[in-house]
C-alpha cells in the first residue's frame, strides 16, 4: 500500500486544491508528491556528435583499437579517450558495436541518417537530390531519432508527463537542436530526424540560439497562456506562504518533507517565470555568445562555436527550457583545421592522406574528448538534490562511422550519465559486432519507453545486455 504524506489530516494534493493550484500547476505536482525527502527531477536525453569516425592507421581494415583495457567494473581508457577519466564513475562504455546503418551513398552518408535513427538513406528523389561521396547520390533518411521518440512520448519514466498536444507543456520546447557549423542542409550535414524524410534542422548561430532560448521577450499585451501564467504565480506565491507556515507547526522530523516541497514549488516557479529571471543557483542565464552565420567551416571559430553550443544545452537543462536536447559538432566530411591539435589539413581530408597519419587524427580524436568532458562537467557541475544534472541526464557520444577508413565497426560510442537512476555506470562492456539498434532500444528504455525494435535495418533486436 501507498503510504500518503499527510500532515494535520490533510494530504498534500488536498492542500494543494484547498489553496486553489489550478491545472495551470497540475504538470508538475508529481514533484509535489515525491515521497520522503527526494524531489524528484526531470530526466533528460542529450545526444552529442562529432564527425569522420576513430583514428585508422591505414586503409586496410587496420584500426586503432580504442577499447579500454581491463575488466567490465575496472578498466582503464584509450589514451585519446583520457580527458573522460574523471567521469569514468559515470560512464559505460559499449565496445565493439556495428552500426546498423545503410542505404544510398557511402559511409559518411548513411552512417549520418542511420546513427541515431538504425533506419537506411534513400535514393534521390525529387529535390532531395544530394552528393552521397564517391559520385553517389542520396536523399533523405527513412526514419525518426531517438531523440525525436523519447520526446514525443509521454508517462511518469519518460522526460515529460504531457503529451506533445497538451495545452500545459512542462517547458517552453519539447527538444532543441543545436550544431557548431554543421553547413548547408544535407543528408551528409543532419543526424536528427522527425520522421521519414523529415530532417530537424540545428540552430547553427549561437547568438541566435541564446536569444531564442534566454533572450528578453517582447513586451506585449498578456494573451490566454500568459493570463494562465499570472493566475498560476499568483496561486503559487499562495501555496508558498502555507507550505513556509507548516515550518512552524510541525516537528523537526517534518522538516525534510517541508524542504522537498519548497524545492518542488521552486522549480514550478522558475518554468512559469522562465529562465530570464532565475530564482536559484542551478538556473543561471549563460554569457551572450557572438554571432556565428551558417557556414561551411570557419576553422578559426569552430572551438567558440562548439562551446558555446555546449555551453547554452547545460544551461537550457538546468533552466528546465527543454529536456531532449541534440549538439552536433561539425558533419560528416568534415573540413575542419584543427591546427590547435597539431593538425595541417581539413579532418576528413588527413583521414585519406598517404602514409600513417594516425598521430593527427588521434590528435583530433583527444582533441574532441576533452570537448566531451566539458559538456560533462557542465552538466554534473550542476547540483540537484543529492546529485547532479548529469545524474538526472542520458548523454549519448556517437559517430557517423566507426573508423576513419570508412569501417561501421567496432563504432566509437560513449555513455554517460545516470538517466535519473535508470543506467548503471561505471562499466566496459563488450559487445563485438553487435548492431548498434540494440543501444538505440536500450536508449529508449533508459528513457522510459518500452520498446523492442528501432529502425528498419537490425529489427526485433531487443535491447543491449547490460544496458536497460
Known sequence: MQRSHRWFGCSRRTLLKGLGASAALSPFLPILNASGQEVLFPKRLLLFFTPDGTASVDHNGRVVDWKPVGTETAFTFHAMHAPLEPFKSKIVVPWGLRMSAGGAGQEHAFGMSGLWSAASLHEPAGDANFD????????????????????????????????????????????????AQCAEPHSMHRMIYKGDQQPVHPETNPRAAFNRLFGAPIAQEPGAGELANVRARDRLDVLMSEVERL??????EEYPKIEAHIEGLRAIERRINGPTAPTTEACTVPAVPADSVVRRENS??????????????AHAFACDQTRVASVQLSRGFSGIVHSWAGATQGHHSISHLAGDQTAQLQAIDTWYATQ??????????VKEGNGTLLDNTLVVWGREMGTTSHKMQPIN?????????????????????????????????????????FGNIDVDTGPLTGIG
Open 372 to 381: 566531451f568532458a566539458y559538456l560533462l562537467n557542465a552538466l554534473n557541475s
Open 300 to 313: 578559426a571559430t569552430f572551438r567558440q562555436d562548439a562551446t558555446a553550443m555546449m555551453d547554452l544545452a
Open 413 to 453: 560510442l560513449i555513455l554517460a550519465g545516470g538517466a535519473r537512476g535508470a543506467l548503471p555506470t561505471g562499466r566496459l562492456l563488450d559487445r563485438n559486432r553487435e548492431p548498434h539498434a540494440k543501444l538505440l532500444v536500450s536508449i529508449s528504455r533508459l528513457m522510459g519507453m518500452n520498446v523492442s525494435s
Open 247 to 252: 515550518r512552524t507547526r510541525v516537528g523537526a
Open 132 to 179: 552521397g561521396g564517391n559520385g553517389l547520390r542520396t536523399g533523405w533518411g527513412s526514419g525518426a531519432t531517438v531523440d525525436q521518440l523519447v520526446a514525443a512520448a509521454n508517462g511518469a519514466e519518460l522526460p515529460y508527463l504531457r503529451a506533445p498536444s497538451d495545452p500545459m507543456q512542462e517547458t517552453p520546447y519539447r527538444t532543441i537542436e543545436l550544431g
